[in-house]
């Protein structure tokens, strides 16, 4: 059974950094895409980051030049690198692990997600 778990989420100052992880596992040979969704409270999830398998990357306008996706196939595991943190970067952090091949943004695997607040 597959199973998709982020973690590295936390209580963080504004200007502060956090690391998260998501990892898949369960029989999953490849994960093609990799994409990190954030939902704040009362809104709707929203994309952050979106990794294919073969490098390119695209981020929210929000996160550009902040945050930054990286993966690790080998593993199927994948990281998002955030900096200089802002209040508005607070909710629950979710990855989406998208195989098998075909499927797009938001139509993989989800995991349980992780919470990422940003407060003094």
């Known amino acids: 059974q597959v199973q998709v778990v982020e973690s590295g989420g936390g209580l963080v100052q504004p200007g502060g950094s956090l690391r998260l992880s998501c990892v898949a596992s369960g029989g999953i040979a490849v994960v093609y895409g990799w994409g990190w969704y954030r939902q704040a409270p009362g809104k709707q999830r929203e994309l952050v980051a979106r990794r294919s398998r073969d490098g390119n990357s695209n981020y929210a306008e929000s996160a550009k030049g902040r945050f930054t996706i990286s993966r690790d196939n080998e593993k199927n595991t994948v990281y998002l690198q955030m900096n200089n943190l802002k209040p508005e970067d607070t909710g629950i952090y979710y990855c989406?692990?998208?195989?098998?091949?075909?499927?797009?943004?938001?139509?993989?695997?989800w995991g349980p997600g992780t919470q990422v607040t940003v407060s003094s």
């Open positions: 989406n692990a998208e195989t098998p091949y075909g499927l797009g943004p938001m139509e993989g695997y």
